[in-house]
């Protein structure tokens, strides 16, 4: 088992910044692929960017490529930097691992999930 917990979210003006944080723990070296999904209100959940465990390589959504950043912190932890944020960046944030490789993209290849963190952009 993999328990993942998400950190960071709450509250920024449109054009500002937040860095979110997961931290894993359990059989994480099972689990070498690790993703950020969000869902935002009234919408499907949607793939963010995905990291490689230990090697660090990412892959993005390409709508959110350049302005959110995925990075490895430590060997089971991986973080989130939003920059420029949009209101429509309004969602609440989940941090997700698989067994899988190459990372997959897709919510149904992720067994793992954290609770997620509220992330509110205001105007």
């Known amino acids: 088992q993999v328990h993942l917990v998400e950190s960071g979210g709450g509250l920024v003006q449109a054009g500002g910044s937040l860095r979110l944080s997961c931290v894993a723990s359990?059989?994480?070296?099972?689990?070498?692929?690790m993703a950020w999904f969000r869902r935002a209100p009234g919408k499907e959940t949607e793939f963010i960017g995905n990291?490689?465990?230990?090697?660090?390589?990412t892959r993005y959504t390409d709508s959110l490529e350049g302005r959110f950043t995925i990075s490895s912190v430590g060997s089971s932890a991986v973080a989130l930097q939003m920059d420029s944020l949009k209101t429509e960046d309004t969602a609440v944030y989940f941090c997700?691992?698989?067994?899988?490789?190459?990372?997959?993209?897709?919510?149904?290849?992720?067994?793992?999930w954290g609770q997620g963190t509220q992330v509110t952009v205001t105007a």
């Open positions: 990291i490689k465990m230990p090697t660090g390589l």
């Open positions: 997700a691992a698989s067994q899988r490789l190459p990372p997959p993209r897709t919510q149904g290849e992720y067994p793992y």
């Open positions: 359990g059989r994480t070296h099972t689990t070498p692929a």
